[in-house]
Every structure is written in structure tokens, then in C-alpha cells.
């Protein structure tokens, strides 16, 4: 390495939509500082060691997280990029999130089977089967459409596309995000409304997570910060940490800054998407954090402090993997 120049390593996951995440971080950096020598070292997580349960299962503090963090800690990487979806609300100590990216489309996606002629939720048949990993979109679209069979779908997007293939299933829900990044969007035939079904917290951003103790990594990773997506998802975050949630509760929000003001709308609901509990606030974007707090707590006074009780009963889950 020659005078001057300064090595970084990133820590991913090993799949190719991570890989493109850790990439896009690394590009980006390298073109704000071309002194930077940058690596990018894979790594799995119990999320992708374990296949065959669904993640509701198996519990959701750090599924595709802890074992990168592990090695930021142990100072064998020096960040982590990260769906910001997938970190969770509480960082082990020693850890912060440095940048928030640019946000990518938040909506999530209607996957047909290349067999199929309809291209909508809507027109699914009666009975017919629809795909997908997250409790969030299950019972957001049983809400929608109680009439079809939802089928629990483990994998990396490319997995999940070949069995969605080799099914007879109608079809499949993802997040545009990763079909974009990974250029498949003319695979998706319905970006399907916020109204129909609201993101995952976090859902379009990427985290980059360093130690607290690194100032140079730090002064890096700011230049690729967005402020609209921080503001945007500390909001969300806020309100999935009031509420304890993950990938075993059905929570979705969607915060966005419109005009200068900050905008966020929640829900939390049933497993079976019976019930839900939904409602929406605004107010001074400095303020994010507060309103992600005050929204939580109001769906949890008007109905979801019962469905919170319920999905947390240990026998409520008993749902087998595809």
C-alpha cells in the first residue's frame, strides 16, 4: 500500500443482491476517495445458514446481522452494509449506524408465474397461491385477499425465482428494491399501492454500520448519507422499537418528507389478517423520532395492543417452509 492510501474492508453477506449492496458502497466510495484501497469480505449469517423455517421461527434479533457485526466488533471488517430492514432497531454496544443511503423505491412487487396470463393481485383466481417470506406481507394481503393461499418462501431473490417457477403457484411478492438492483424489474408485473400494503421499516435503504469508536470510517461513510432517508427511516425505526417488533410481527411503516414536513404512516396486524390496526401523523421532520413514537403508542391504544398479546403467544406459530 503506498503513502497515503488507506485500507477499508467491508463486511456482506454473501448473496448476490448483498454483494451488489456492498458493491454500490464500495463504488461509491472509491469515487469520493480515491486514495481508499477498499475489500469487501463475505460472510454468513444464521438467516442464510438456516432454510428450512420460516424466520418467525427462529427468531429475529440479528438473523443477517450478528455474525457481521461480530467481526466489526472483533475489528476484522471495518463497516457492514446492510438492508436497512434487516438491522435491527437495537445495535450491540460499541455499534452506530454511520450512513443512511439514498433511498430506493419502497413499494413492494407482484411476481406472476411466467405461466400465468393475469398480471394482478386482483385477478388471482379464488384459491390461488401467492408467495412470500414476510409475516408483513402475508397479513396484508390477506386483509386484501382472504381467499388465497399464502405459501412461506425462504431464499436469495434468484432462489426464490426458481421456485417460483418450478411451482404451481399464482405468483410471489418481493420488494422492488432488490428486483430493481438486481436488474429483474421486467419480471414484475404489479408495483402494488402503499395503500394495499405498506413497506417494511427500512424497506428501499441501506445501513452502513461501523464501530463508535472509528471517526476516519465515519468522516467516509457521511458523504454518502441522504437526509431525507434518515430522517425518513428514523422515524420508521422509532416506531418498530416502541412496539419490540420484527420479523415475527406483521408491522409495516412509511415515513417521507413532503414539503419539508415529515409524513408517516403504520400498521400492526394479525397473523391472519383479520385485524388491523392502521393510522398515519406529520409533523417537523427534527421531530421524526417523536412521531414514530407517538404513532406506535396511538395503534397500540386503539387495537393493537391486543394482536401484539396474541402473536406472541409461543403456540401462535406452527407454518411450514417451502
Not at 395503534?299 to 395492543?305: A, N
Request: proline share 4%; net charge neutral.
Amino acid at each position: 500500500m503506498t503513502r497515503g492510501q488507506k485500507r477499508i474492508i467491508i463486511g456482506s453477506r454473501g448473496s448476490q443482491l448483498a454483494l451488489w449492496q456492498a458493491g454500490f458502497v464500495k463504488h461509491e466510495l472509491e469515487k469520493k476517495f480515491p486514495q481508499l484501497q477498499i475489500e469487501i469480505e463475505t460472510m454468513k449469517t444464521t438467516g442464510d445458514k438456516i432454510l428450512d423455517s420460516p424466520l418467525s421461527k427462529i427468531g429475529d434479533k440479528g438473523l443477517f446481522t450478528k455474525e457481521i457485526e461480530h467481526a466489526l466488533l472483533k475489528h476484522k471488517i471495518d463497516l457492514a452494509v446492510h438492508s436497512l430492514k434487516d438491522l435491527p432497531t437495537e445495535l450491540p454496544l460499541g455499534l452506530i449506524i454511520g450512513a443512511i443511503t439514498k433511498r430506493e423505491d419502497v413499494h413492494d412487487v407482484f411476481i406472476k408465474h411466467p405461466s400465468k396470463q393475469y398480471i394482478h393481485l386482483e385477478d388471482v383466481p379464488h384459491g390461488g397461491k401467492i408467495a412470500t417470506g414476510s409475516l408483513r406481507r402475508k397479513c396484508q394481503l390477506l386483509n386484501w385477499r382472504p381467499d388465497v393461499e399464502v405459501i412461506d418462501l425462504r431464499g436469495n431473490l434468484q432462489t426464490r425465482f426458481a421456485k417460483l417457477e418450478a411451482s404451481d403457484w399464482d405468483g410471489m411478492i418481493l420488494a422492488r428494491a432488490g428486483v430493481f438492483r438486481l436488474g429483474l424489474v421486467d419480471r414484475i408485473t404489479e408495483v402494488i399501492p402503499i395503500e394495499r400494503m405498506l413497506p417494511a421499516v427500512g424497506q428501499g435503504a441501506l445501513g452502513i454500520e461501523i464501530r463508535d469508536d472509528d471517526p476516519s470510517t465515519q468522516k467516509y461513510v457521511q458523504v454518502l448519507a441522504s437526509r431525507a432517508a434518515t430522517v425518513a427511516t428514523m422515524g420508521e425505526r422509532a416506531f418498530l422499537r416502541h412496539l419490540e417488533g420484527g420479523c415475527q410481527v406483521p408491522i409495516g411503516a412509511y415515513g417521507r418528507i413532503e414539503d419539508n414536513e415529515f409524513f408517516l404512516d403504520g400498521f400492526i396486524g394479525s397473523l391472519d389478517g383479520r385485524k388491523i390496526a392502521r393510522g398515519k401523523l406529520h409533523g417537523a421532520p427534527d421531530k421524526a423520532d417523536a412521531l414514530g413514537i407517538q404513532l406506535a403508542q396511538s395503534l397500540v391504544d386503539s387495537g393493537g395492543r391486543e394482536i401484539l398479546e396474541k402473536i406472541r403467544d409461543p403456540r401462535t406459530f406452527e407454518v411450514p417452509v417451502i
